[in-house]
Nanobody, 116 residues
C-alpha cells in the first residue's frame, strides 16, 4: 500500500523560508524517483522539483531555480523541499508524488501561504 504524507506547510512572509517533508511507505523508496508538485487555486498542477532515486540528479521549474532545493534520505524514506526567498506566487498546495507499477501516487498535500 503506497502512502505519501506531506508536512511542513504553513503561513510565511515574503522572503521567508519553509521546509516541506514527505514520508513514504509501501514501496521500495530507494528505487524510485520522487517529485514535488504544487497547485494554486484556479491554476494547473505544476511540477516544482524532482530527484532521482539515488539523489544524484535534480530538476526544477525555472520559477523556483536557485530558491528551492529538493533532497532525500533513503535511510528514512523521506523526500524534502527546502524553500527559501518565498514569494506570494509560491502560495499553493504542495504535493508529493511517485510512480509504482506504472501508476501515479499522490499525497494529500500541505498548504503553503506566502503573505504579509
Amino acid at each position: 500500500q503506497v502512502q505519501l504524507v506531506e508536512s511542513g506547510g504553513g503561513l510565511v512572509q515574503p522572503g521567508g523560508s519553509l521546509r516541506l517533508s514527505c514520508a513514504a511507505s509501501g514501496f521500495t523508496f530507494k528505487n524510485h524517483a520522487m517529485k514535488w508538485y504544487r497547485q494554486a487555486p484556479g491554476k494547473e498542477r505544476e511540477l516544482v522539483a524532482e530527484i532521482s532515486s539515488d539523489g544524484g540528479s535534480t530538476n526544477y521549474t525555472p520559477s523556483v531555480k536557485g530558491r528551492f532545493t529538493i533532497s532525500r534520505d533513503n535511510a528514512k524514506n523521506t523526500v524534502s523541499l527546502q524553500m527559501n526567498s518565498l514569494k506570494p506566487e509560491d502560495t499553493a498546495v504542495y504535493l508529493c508524488h511517485t510512480m509504482w507499477f506504472v501508476r501515479d501516487y499522490w499525497g494529500k498535500g500541505t498548504l503553503v501561504t506566502v503573505s504579509s
